[in-house]
T-cell receptor, first 112, second 113 residues
Framework: DGGITQSPKYLFRKEGQNVTLSCEQN?????MYWYRQDPGQGLRLIYY???????QKGDIAEGYSVSREKKESFPLTVTSAQKNPTAFYLC???????????FGPGTRLLVL | DQQVKQNSPSLSVQEGRISILNCDYTNSMFDYFLWYKKYPAEGPTFLISISSIKDKNEDGRFTVFLNKSAKHLSLHIVPSQPGDSAVYFCAASAKYTGNQFYFGTGTSLTVIP
């Protein structure tokens, strides 16, 4: 049963703390993406990776970091430099870059 | 700078009638378009796509129309069902130039039984 999993579903961050959001896919997709959704806004691209060991900044990469050491995994770290981290974070993957993207269930990050 | 716009934040339709969701874009280089459906606290689910070589694509109750000269696309749902109640996002990209996807802000559809 192929798909994309994100964990945890909810995550709480204290001021000054880094947190890492997990994204795993077993679809054998080459490309993976991280988006952020805020109320009343569309999805905004944070980072994307077209292939293992490669990733590129999206429109709102400041305060975030990623790694792509394995094809199936694309974790996102929200660093303390991200001043407004409260949002719904969505991970997606596609067979190749620019093909149709399939999304995970999302992680809601809240700042305490 | 919002390159993809969904100007109607919400839409209500009676069950059995047609739902028409609209999307406008500004970049004439966009050539590949997607529609997604999203329930609260879940990830978007892919519905239907269309490339710029077509002006219509149909999949069951869902049809997407593309008007390239007007830079406008629409999603028609016929007949509308209560389970269609969700937020619908359109997305666009310049696929063959390696451009990222840009998403609209979404339209919340409510189908009234």
């Amino acid at each position: 049963d192929g798909g994309i999993t994100q964990s945890p579903k909810y995550l709480f961050r204290k001021e000054g703390q880094n947190v890492t959001l997990s994204c795993e896919q077993n679809l054998n997709h080459d490309a993976m993406y991280w988006y952020r959704q805020d109320p009343g806004q569309g999805l905004r691209l944070i980072y994307y990776s077209q292939i293992v060991n490669d990733f590129q900044k999206g429109d709102i990469a400041e305060g975030y970091s990623v790694s792509r050491e394995k094809k199936e995994s694309f974790p996102l770290t929200v660093t303390s430099a991200q001043k407004n981290p409260t949002a719904f974070y969505l991970c997606a993957s596609s067979e190749d870059y620019q093909e149709t993207q399939y999304f995970g269930p999302g992680t809601r990050l809240l700042v305490l | 700078d919002q390159q993809v716009k969904q100007n109607s934040p919400s839409l209500s339709v009676q069950e059995g009638r047609i739902s028409i969701l609209n999307c406008d874009y500004t970049n004439s280089m966009f050539d590949y378009f997607l529609w997604y459906k999203k329930y609260p606290a879940e990830g978007p689910t892919f519905l239907i796509s269309i490339s710029s070589i077509k002006d219509k694509n149909e999949d069951g109750r869902f049809t997407v129309f593309l008007n390239k000269s007007a830079k406008h696309l629409s999603l028609h749902i016929v007949p509308s069902q209560p389970g269609d109640s969700a937020v619908y996002f359109c997305a666009a990209s310049a696929k063959y130039t390696g451009n990222q996807f840009y998403f609209g802000t979404g339209t919340s559809l409510t189908v009234i039984p």
